[in-house]
Every structure is written in C-alpha cells, then in structure tokens.
C-alpha cells in the first residue's frame, strides 16, 4: 500500500530501509500512533490532502513490528 509516509509515494518499510525514516523501536499500538505522529511521517490531511485510517494505521504497525521484530 503506498501513500504511507507524508511528502512521498515511498511504503513506511521502503522508507525506513532508505534511512529517510528512523527505525521505529518495538512499540505498543499507543506507542505507535505517537511515534507515526512524530517521527513516522503519517500522512496528514494538512499537508497530503489525505491521512491514513485507523485500520490501515494498525495493519501497518502488525506488519512494521512483525517485520522488524
């Protein structure tokens, strides 16, 4: 799924891999959602003119943590 990560057409994993994003640390989903907020580039409709849902968010993180962890 693309449109994952603000100002690109990257997915989160391709823009961790790249170095453009940071690798997240094993996190819970409260954790999560504040790390996608601050250092995960979630898109915004502010500033893409779309944000991701709530579901996309937590398929994300179980695919991003069973990945990296």
């Not at 994003?21 to 580039?41: E, F, K, S």
């Not at 409709?45 to 996309?56: N, P, R, V």
């Amino acid at each position: 799924m693309a449109n994952q990560v603000s100002n690109s057409d990257l997915t989160l994993l391709a823009a961790i891999a790249d170095g453009r994003i940071a690798t997240p640390p094993l996190v819970g989903w409260n954790d999560w959602q504040i790390w996608r907020r601050d250092i995960g580039l979630r898109p915004t409709q502010a500033t893409d003119g779309y944000t991701t849902s709530s579901t996309d968010e937590a398929a994300l993180w179980r695919a991003t943590m069973a990945e990296l962890y």
